[in-house]
């Protein structure tokens, strides 16, 4: 089962090999992931990327999980 973002007014998703679990916490905590991403030098890991240009792209839009079997 693959896990995404869904924005409900673009009808857009993006689906993420990440768990279930750390996408919901990347949605909830987007502001600790941004400020995170500022201070590491190594980058963040692809998943958390493509997550934040997600939701920065659909910023205030309704963005949901979904999943896909």
Known sequence: MTFGY???E???AIWST???GELE???RREHVARE???HVQGGLDTWIVEGL?????HSGH???LTRRA
């Open 6 to 8: 869904h924005c409900e």
């Open 10 to 12: 673009c009808e857009e």
């Open 18 to 20: 990440a768990p279930r």
């Open 25 to 27: 916490w990347l949605r």
């Open 36 to 38: 995170v991403a500022k």
């Open 53 to 57: 240009d997600f939701l920065d792209h």
């Open 62 to 64: 309704s963005v949901v």
